[in-house]
């Protein structure tokens, strides 16, 4: 499938260790295992997060440019898959190295928040970042908004979504029964509080259950309901079993990192409407026909959505839901990207 071989470096989840599943470490698995399949051959992936425990950066550091030294010669192309600390710390000291050898710097960002790490950043690594990665040869962004700010620098910028598989049967459109369910980290930034607030004004005929990590003590600070439930931490290969015993989605976050959250494409691959915010990139992935959008911490506008769902319009939304999720189909959105890399 590639033209020229690959170098591919990106962070990977553990199996046995659930604080290393993230939206990074899950779209870093998804992309290897869709080459694995279609080209085994003519790539090498080196792990950025080998050691895991707390702590192990400067290990990993080590480990990864050990391995890179070695391998880089045999490469034509080196691509580095980075969030917020692997864009400014790793990827510019990676670009010096690739231009060195002269090979080919792909550089992919995660995440939607590339405007505001610029601002917040030490200016001497917004320098460094600026010099080196947005002079990339090819760049790939999460999101459209990213999209534009980076293609004020560099002209061969590319949108490389969030995505997931469609490997398990899709949740036949069915009658309204009022499930709704939050999956995500359990804090107030995700808008668990104001869930909880609009479901304690229902009657007993509306339930939600929230899934997730707690990360902090929104659930003790506002007390659950007969119709809230808390239920747990889901391991990655429930998730999308747990999602069809629902409706629908909520995701009402104002969480500062928010890029195109794992949990709407999910949920759009399974036909499940989606109730979040306008709130960074969401409004690219959710729109009026595939679930509702609100303002950020207003719990009369989620009540609102909620209630807006009926046996009447349900079956729409959930076809609309299904539609929206060919965007972010792994077969079809990888398989545009091995051909811009085939490009280059």
């Known amino acids: 499938m590639f033209n020229k071989k690959i170098l591919i470096i990106g962070s990977f989840p553990h199996l046995n260790k ?26 090498k992936i080196i ?39 692997g864009a400014f710390l ?22 939607g928040n590339l405007v505001e790490l610029i601002q917040s ?26 999209l534009k700010y980076v293609s004020n620098f560099n002209t061969n910028v590319f949108w490389f979504p969030n995505v997931r598989c469609v490997n398990q049967k899709l949740k036949a459109p069915n009658d309204f029964k009022k499930r709704f369910v939050f999956i995500s980290h359990i804090k107030k930034t995700k808008g668990v509080g104001e869930i909880i ?11 939600v259950d929230l899934f997730g990590p707690v990360k902090d003590n929104v ?37 500062e990192g928010e890029g195109y959250p ?21 409004p690219e992935l959710v729109d009026e026909y595939s679930g509702i959008l609100v303002a950020p ?10 209630l807006h769902f009926n046996k009447y319009n349900y079956k729409q939304f959930s076809s609309n839901a299904k539609k929206k999720f060919n965007y972010f189909n792994s077969e079809i959105v990888n398989k545009k990207i091995i051909t811009i890399i085939n490009k280059l």
């Open 18 to 43: 659930p604080q290393t599943f993230g939206g990074t470490t899950v779209l870093m698995q998804n992309f290897a295992e869709y080459l694995n399949i279609q080209d085994a051959k003519n790539f």
């Open 47 to 85: 792990t950025a997060n080998k050691f895991s425990f707390k702590g192990a950066f400067v290990l990993n550091f080590i480990y990864l440019f050990f391995k890179l030294f070695f391998k880089i010669p045999f490469y034509n192309k080196i691509m580095i898959n980075a969030a917020s600390n």
């Open 90 to 111: 790793i990827s510019p000291i990676i670009f010096l190295l690739s231009k060195v050898f002269r090979k080919k710097f792909i550089f992919r960002m995660f995440g």
């Open 121 to 146: 950043k030490n200016k001497v690594l917004v320098w460094f970042f600026f010099q080196t990665v947005l002079k990339s040869d090819l760049i790939f962004v999460e999101t459209k908004q990213v």
């Open 197 to 207: 607030k609009v479901f304690k004004s229902l009657d007993k005929t509306y339930n």
């Open 219 to 255: 659930l003790h600070n506002i007390s659950l309901t007969n119709n809230v439930n808390y239920k747990g931490t889901l391991k990655p290969n429930e998730v999308i079993k747990t999602l069809n015993n629902y409706d629908v989605l909520l995701l009402p976050t104002y969480h």
């Open 262 to 282: 794992g949990i709407i494409v999910e949920s759009f691959s399974q036909g499940i409407p989606v109730v979040s915010t306008v709130w960074k990139a969401i």
């Open 297 to 306: 911490r207003s719990v009369k506008e989620l009540k609102s959505a909620v």
